[in-house]
C-alpha cells in the first residue's frame, strides 16, 4: 500500500509542550545562582471547552432556551437584565398566551396552557441581576402519534438533518427543531418589550400581512397609529378586518382538506433609540435577520424596500433629509427601513418574515426510512394549517431581544461617558418622531 512508504519524521520545532517546558526549566536551573532563583513551575495543559451550540443569542441581554415538545417542560434562562425592574409572571404570560396553541380553529388543536413560573432573578417583583430562570411545563404530549416517525422521515421537516448531524434525534414532536421551543424565546422577549418601553418608549408590533394568495396591501395599515387591539381583533393576527376575513377563509379551506399554507408576517418598531447596530458584521438588520430566521418555518427577510427597491433608481429610492420642528435631522421617506449603515435612525423600522407551509400534513407522501428503503407516510400529531397566526409574538420577541441587546450595547460604549449633544441624543428620549412617509 502507499501509505507504508511514508516515514513519521518529526517536524523541526515539534517538540511537545511538555518537553519544551522542561527543557526550559532546566536550562533556567542552570544559570541559576545562590542569591537569583528561577522558580518554573509546567502548567497543565486545559481541556477544550466548547459552549453549547445553538441555544443562546444575544452578548449583553443573553438568552438561553431549553426543552423538547414532549419532554418534561421547557423554558429559558435571561442573563444580563437590568436589576431593579418590576415584573412578574404575568407580564410574560400575555405574550406566552398569544404564542400558545389550542387558541383558535385554525391553530393546532394541541391543548397547553402554556403557564410560565419564574424560578429564579426576582425578588418581591423587582429584578434582581441575576439570572431570570422561567419555567412552563409541557401537560399534553402524546408521544405515540409519532411511532412512525421513528422509522420514516418526515418531507421537509428536520428528521433526516438531525440524524445527518447528531446521529440520534428525539423523535416524539420533533425535540428541538418544534416551535414549542419558541416558548422560550417569547417569554424572554416579553421581558425585553418591557424594559424598552420602559427605558425609551419603543414598541415592537407584528401582524399578518400575508396568508398563501391573500396579500394585505401596504397602505391599508398605518404604522404610526397601529395598536396591539388592532393586531389582536381577529383570529388571524391581520389589522384590516376585510382581509382578516379573506385569511381565515383562505386557512380553512386547506384545513379541512389536511393540508396547510405559508404567509408572511410583517414587524415594526417605533421610537427606536437612533445609533444601535454596528457598522460592517453587526448591523441591526443582519442581527435582526439572525433572529427572524432562526424561528422555524422561515424562508426569507425582507428589510426596509426590500426586494422592491431593486425596481428603483437611486434617485428615487434615496431618502432625503430635513431638520423638523424639533431641530432633529429626519428622513423625508423611509424606503431604508428605519437604518442606514446598519445604524439605526430613529424612524419606523420595518422588515417582512416568509414562513413556509406547515411541513407536517395529513396527506400521503414518499418518503425513505432510517436504514433507507422508500416507503409512504402519512404524518400524524396536531400541528397548524398556517403557522402565520402563531408566529406573530415569536416575530415580536425575535425583534425585542436583538433591540434589547443592541441597546445595552451602545449604551457601554458609546454613553459611558458624556454624549455629543451636538449630533446624539440621549438613549431614553420616550417622545416618539413626527410621522414620515415611507413612499
Not at 425592574?85 to 398569544?98: H, N
Request: overall charge neutral.
Amino acid at each position: 500500500m502507499a501509505s507504508s512508504s511514508l516515514t513519521s519524521k518529526p517536524f523541526l520545532g515539534s517538540a511537545s509542550r511538555t518537553e519544551r517546558l522542561s527543557g526550559l526549566c532546566s536550562d533556567l536551573r542552570n544559570l541559576s545562582s545562590p542569591s537569583v532563583q528561577f522558580v518554573v513551575r509546567p502548567r497543565t495543559a486545559k481541556k477544550l471547552q466548547v459552549q453549547a451550540a445553538g441555544s443562546t443569542f444575544g452578548n449583553y441581554f443573553r438568552v438561553t432556551t431549553y426543552g423538547e415538545s414532549h419532554g418534561g417542560g421547557v423554558g429559558c434562562v435571561i442573563d444580563g437584565v437590568p436589576p431593579r425592574r418590576p415584573l412578574s409572571e404575568a407580564d410574560l404570560q400575555e405574550d406566552l398566551d398569544r404564542r400558545r396553541p389550542g387558541q383558535s380553529r385554525i391553530t393546532t388543536p394541541r391543548k397547553e396552557t402554556d403557564t410560565c413560573k419564574i424560578l429564579s432573578g426576582v425578588h418581591e417583583g423587582l429584578t434582581t441581576g441575576a439570572p431570570i430562570h422561567v419555567f412552563v411545563p409541557n401537560t399534553d404530549q402524546r408521544g405515540r402519534d409519532y411511532d412512525e416517525m421513528s422509522i420514516a422521515y418526515r418531507p421537509s421537516h428536520a428528521d433526516l438533518t438531525y440524524d445527518l448531524k447528531y446521529g440520534i434525534r428525539s423523535v416524539q414532536g420533533g425535540g428541538r427543531s418544534s416551535a414549542r421551543e419558541t416558548i422560550g424565546r417569547v417569554a424572554a422577549g416579553a421581558v425585553a418589550k418591557k424594559i424598552l418601553k420602559d427605558f425609551s418608549g419603543t414598541e415592537v408590533f407584528a401582524y399578518v400581512s400575508q396568508v398563501h394568495k391573500v396579500v394585505l396591501p401596504e397602505d391599508l395599515v398605518d404604522h404610526y397609529t397601529l395598536a396591539l387591539d388592532q393586531i389582536e381583533s381577529n383570529i388571524v393576527r391581520c389589522p384590516d378586518p376585510e382581509y382578516a376575513e379573506k385569511m381565515i377563509a383562505a386557512i380553512d379551506a386547506v384545513r379541512v382538506r389536511g393540508e396547510s399554507i405559508g404567509g408572511v408576517v410583517t414587524c415594526i418598531v417605533r421610537n427606536c433609540p437612533r445609533g444601535l447596530g454596528s457598522p460592517v458584521f453587526d448591523k441591526l438588520e443582519a442581527e435582526l435577520a439572525k433572529a427572524c430566521l432562526s424561528l422555524p418555518a422561515t424562508k426569507g427577510f425582507e428589510f426596509g424596500s426590500g426586494f422592491a427597491g431593486t425596481f428603483l433608481t437611486g434617485s428615487e429610492h434615496n431618502d432625503e433629509f430635513y431638520v423638523d420642528e424639533q431641530g432633529r435631522v429626519r428622513t423625508r421617506t423611509n424606503r431604508s427601513g428605519g437604518t442606514q449603515g446598519g445604524i439605526s435612525n430613529g424612524e419606523i423600522i420595518n422588515m417582512r418574515i416568509a414562513f413556509k407551509p406547515t411541513a407536517t400534513i395529513a396527506r400521503k407522501q414518499n418518503t425513505v426510512t432510517r436504514d433507507k428503503h422508500e416507503t409512504e407516510l402519512i404524518a400524524r400529531g396536531r400541528h397548524d394549517p398556517c403557522v402565520v397566526p402563531r408566529a406573530v409574538p415569536m416575530v415580536e420577541a425575535g425583534v425585542a431581544l436583538v433591540l434589547m441587546d443592541q441597546l445595552m450595547a451602545q449604551y457601554a460604549q458609546c454613553h459611558l461617558f458624556p454624549y455629543n449633544p451636538d449630533v446624539q441624543e440621549p438613549l431614553s428620549r420616550v417622545n416618539p418622531l413626527p410621522t414620515v412617509s415611507l413612499s
